[in-house]
């Protein structure tokens, strides 16, 4: 009987336990009598049902049966109620009770947790109800069925989950609320509770993940249900929760100079290097603006990567190199790559100044002809090779008379330390009129007029006079100092 009821109960005895007695001075007086209305204390069993909270099948044949002491209450009734059907039996002078009821109830009952009503009831009719949960598993075809959640959400823990160890999850069947699932991991076994709704959890501690080297372990989950029938488990967990276990990225040459040079950089590249320590599910990435590239690892750590030619020159445009260590239990360690990449030569400078201009006339190839030339190892003039000494190319007397009139166009070559090289053509590094003397035409005097020829140098000219259809050489006849008259 519930509390409310027992209250209902109560007003209906306080209203007809009110009597009236009249006394001499005709005044009436009440009296009352006092009624307890306190609930009983909820009884509590010495055990579960079944002395586990679970009625197996060669359990199912017995009366279920609760006992308890309820050492305020002799005299009480106790109550077993379940699925519409209950059950009745007393307290004792002592304050001992025993209630039960037949095995005949679980017929046509399914494998499950149910509870039951426990209700005492005092002298008085105040009653306080107790649930009692338990399970029933009689069925013996019905094997438990067995999941296990991916650990840490992947199967692997790495350092940072590791520190604080890790929880395994899963779910199960035909298990009884409070029973256990058994976890193996190395030849630890660890126990997880189950649920009402078949969930289980077990879980490892940090320590003990710390005592484990790092590797690859198989993981071994059981369930077994109240009648013997047995259900496993098992898959493969990666363990990296030591720091010691992140690998030191180191490079090699990139090239043999470890500087990339023109033809370098046209051509497929190969980045390689070394893994200081190798650990399970590791993979290398090299990343370059939205390019990303995975590595080989060998066994022995050492890892390569072949960028192709027609990638190379955007790959290495930013000229460093950003690569990730990445392990199957998610640590991660990165290392930047700076690269030297040479691929132009020098622009080619020169100063040249022959007379104010850059025109050689004949005078000047008397004489050698120095001037400054920058960016160029060699230079190719007329057949003849150049080679700059401090930035000054020289070309003797005779290499410039042996020039041809016109401009002079020399072919440079260039090459640096880093392998680059090329030829190019300096167009009008200067001019050459020394085979071009100028001629002096003079016309045949009017009358009587004459034509003087002032004082000249005959030395870089040659002179010609033109008379009607005649034509007469001068430069025989005037000598230096000497000034002729024409009539």
Not at 108 to 129: E, R
Not at 382 to 392: C, E, L, S
Request: aromatic share 6%.
């Amino acid at each position: 009987m519930s509390s409310r009821q027992s209250e209902q109960q109560l007003a209906a005895i306080l209203q007809s336990a009110v009597s009236l007695y009249p006394v001499a001075d005709d005044t009436s007086t009440l009296q009352t009598r006092s009624v307890n209305i306190t609930p009983p204390a909820p009884l509590r069993p010495y055990e579960p049902i079944a002395m586990d909270g679970v009625i197996a099948a060669w359990e199912s044949g017995r009366n279920i049966h609760l006992r308890g002491r309820a050492e305020s209450e002799p005299g009480a009734t106790v109550t077993l109620s379940f699925n519409g059907e209950s059950w009745h039996s007393t307290v004792n002078k002592w304050g001992y009770w025993n209630a039960s009821m037949p095995p005949s109830v679980l017929n046509g009952l399914a494998d499950g947790d149910y509870s039951l009503t426990l209700t005492i009831t005092d002298k008085a009719g105040n009653s306080t109800d107790t649930q009692v949960g338990f399970g029933v598993y009689v069925d013996k075809t019905i094997k438990p069925t067995l999941t296990v959640d991916p650990i840490s959400g992947d199967n692997a823990v790495n350092v940072a989950e590791g520190i604080y160890g890790v929880e395994v999850h899963g779910s199960v069947t035909h298990m009884p609320a409070n029973s256990h699932i058994t976890v193996i991991l190395a030849g630890q076994k660890y126990i997880g509770g189950v649920n009402d709704k078949g969930e289980w959890t077990a879980a490892i501690p940090s320590q003990d993940l710390q005592a484990l080297q790092d590797g690859v372990y198989s993981l071994k989950v059981s369930a077994t249900d109240p009648n013997g029938k047995t259900t496993a488990y098992q898959q493969d967990v990666t363990l990296i929760t030591h720091v010691s276990s992140l690998p030191h990225i180191s490079f090699d040459k990139v090239t043999a100079d470890n500087v990339i040079n023109k033809e370098e950089s046209q051509n497929d590249l190969t980045f390689s290097g070394d893994l200081s320590v190798v650990v399970p599910g590791q993979q290398l990435l090299l990343c370059s603006g939205d390019a990303v590239y995975h590595a080989q690892i060998g066994s022995d750590g050492h890892w390569q990567v072949t960028i192709p030619s027609s990638d190379v020159a955007n790959f290495i445009s930013l000229g460093e190199i950003r690569v990730y260590a990445q392990d199957g239990a998610g640590n991660s360690t990165d290392a930047m790559l700076e690269l030297n990449v040479v691929t132009k030569l020098p622009d080619i400078y020169y100063e040249i100044n022959i007379g104010g201009d850059t025109t050689l006339n004949q005078q000047e190839a008397q004489h050698d002809l120095s001037f400054y030339l920058e960016g160029v190892k060699e230079l190719t003039l007329n057949g003849k090779n150049y080679t700059p000494v401090n930035g000054m190319v020289t070309i003797s007397a005779d290499d410039l008379q042996a020039l041809p009139d016109g401009e002079v166009s020399p072919l440079a070559t260039r090459w640096d330390e880093y392998g680059n090289h090329d030829t190019q053509i300096i167009e009008n590094l200067f001019n050459v009129a020394t085979h071009q003397v100028p001629t002096v035409t003079l016309n045949q005097p009017s009358g009587d007029s004459a034509a003087a020829v002032p004082h000249s140098d005959a030395r870089a000219t040659e002179s010609h006079y033109n008379a009607s259809d005649s034509s007469y050489t001068l430069a025989d006849h005037l000598q230096q100092h000497q000034v002729q008259s024409l009539a």
